[in-house]
């Protein structure tokens, strides 16, 4: 995000001067010269969209944890919550403006209208620049469907934060799998991935990625963790946990999660920097935070790991440097793995993962803090690597596929990337290994969450609150 102020504090001149060619430039607006309302609505789009919403619309009808009256969203706005991802803006705002922003999202609950909310599209047909698309309902119901994969009798897999597996087969039937992990459906915990055994025909394999949890004391602690099992029909068997990052934290927030097999059987799992970037966590192999790990199926590292040899290094470490890892997929051309990452204000990325790349975070970024501060003066670093592609703003990325097949002549290879905070389908144009150019698919849609190819060639997404899967069907040009 973007901060919009008159007089441009070191912070944002720095993220002015990242802002990418192709991007239009924000037009800097005088505070005084606003009302009340427009000042507190600037204030939400520059600190608060990015994770509830553009128009306050994930404030309606949510379960408020810490309150819903007036002095407790003033507390919270002040003080925040780091431990589940909210931070503090006392030091960024004035109380008068802190004032202002809690009237704001509490006249904005009761009068959606005068907010301008996004409107929900009108049709289930989507034209872009080179293809319309027709969106099928494939399951409905859901909260936060996170994690999807298909099973080889065409039968969809679909895990929910909440912690429900759903086995979603013909004609929208759905129906709970039973057997999870038990997992910390909090902050942006619960149950996330999913991914099968490359042999899963043979061997009945399913993976599952979670907030695990466990008590320290009066501390409840919580990692992401790989549950192994064996489905059968809709039940769960032979669970095995077969990763567990450490170390465990009290932090409520960037787990990555996302889960992906190469072509020779090797298992990946990001996992976030746990909010925990200060003590740099991110840059030292002796923990498992802010890292791509690699997995032998069984959970055991692989011998040639970069990492297996040092002293004190955790073996499991593939890359290191990142901040929130929750898109991973593979190049079907290449077979390299392509990862995506949410930044701070600014600095979502997209990179390929090398064995043994630093990454960079928090020691290199092209985002700034969320109150708008430097949170480091670099955008590049000898030793390392520069990210693929970057968005300013952040986009809120999360689920990435490469269009194969040939339903969709015009997208075939291109990226497809989901958007939480702008609600749409992010189409990249990949040539010779780059992003070279983009477009708005879906908009509106909702908090895109995952973007999947199917087995049968149909490009399948899913959204948040309400959680729908949705198949897209082309559509012949007139």
């Known amino acids: 995000m973007i901060k919009y102020i008159a007089i441009a504090s070191a912070a944002t001149m720095l993220l002015l001067i990242r802002q990418t060619a192709t991007e239009p430039m924000p037009v800097a607006v005088s505070n005084s010269t606003l009302s009340a309302f427009e000042t507190a609505q600037n204030n939400y789009k520059n600190f608060c969209s990015s994770c509830h919403g553009e128009k306050v619309e994930m404030f309606v009808d949510r379960q408020w944890k810490h309150g819903k009256t007036k002095p407790d969203l003033i507390k919270s706005i002040t003080g925040g919550y780091p431990d589940n991802g909210m931070p503090s803006w006392g030091a960024a705002l004035k109380p008068k403006e802190i004032e202002e922003l809690a009237d704001y999202i509490l006249e904005g609950i009761e009068k959606g209208s005068k907010y301008s909310f996004a409107a929900k599209p009108k049709s289930n047909v989507f034209a872009s620049a080179e293809l319309t698309v027709k969106l099928d309902t494939v399951a409905s119901g859901l909260s936060s469907p996170w994690g999807m994969v298909f099973l080889p009798d065409g039968d969809l897999i679909v895990t929910d934060r909440t912690g429900e597996i759903y086995r979603v087969g013909k004609n929208q039937q759905k129906t709970k799998v039973t057997g999870g992990p038990a997992v910390l459906a909090e902050g942006q915990g619960g149950l996330l991935d999913v991914e099968l055994h490359p042999k899963f025909a043979q061997n009945g394999f399913i993976y599952f990625s979670y907030s695990a949890f466990k008590t320290e004391g009066n501390d409840k602690l919580s990692t992401t963790a790989v549950m192994r099992a064996k489905l059968e029909g809709t039940s769960l068997s032979d669970q095995k946990i077969i990763f567990e990052a450490q170390p465990y934290l ?229």
């Open 250 to 478: 009290k932090t409520r927030h960037h787990y990555g999660s996302r889960l992906e097999f190469d072509r020779n059987g090797f298992l990946y799992v990001s996992v976030g920097d746990r909010g925990q970037h200060v003590p740099l966590l991110p840059q030292s192999v002796e923990n498992d935070c802010g890292k791509i790990h690699r997995l032998n199926d069984d959970g055991s590292i692989p011998t040639d790991n970069p990492f297996v040899k040092k002293d004190k290094a955790h073996g499991s470490v593939f890359s290191y440097g990142h901040r929130n890892p929750q898109g991973t997929t593979l190049n079907p051309t290449t077979g390299e793995l392509w990862e995506h990452e949410h930044g701070p204000r600014g600095g979502d990325e997209v990179n390929i993962i090398k064995k043994e790349t630093n990454y960079g975070w928090p020691v290199i970024s092209y985002g700034i803090n969320y109150d708008g501060t430097v949170l480091t003066p670099n955008t590049e670093k000898q030793g390392m690597a520069q990210p693929n592609h970057y968005w300013i703003p952040s986009i809120g990325p999360s689920g990435m596929t490469f269009v194969t097949g040939s339903r969709y002549p015009a997208w075939k290879g291109d990226l497809l990337v989901g958007s939480l905070r702008f609600k749409y389908l992010n189409r990249c144009k990949v040539q010779n290994g780059k992003i070279v150019k983009e477009e708005i698919l879906l908009q509106n849609l909702g908090r895109l969450r995952n973007v999947q190819m199917g087995n049968d060639g149909y490009i399948y997404v899913s959204v948040e609150d309400p959680g729908y899967v949705f198949r897209l069907v082309p559509v012949p040009m007139k």
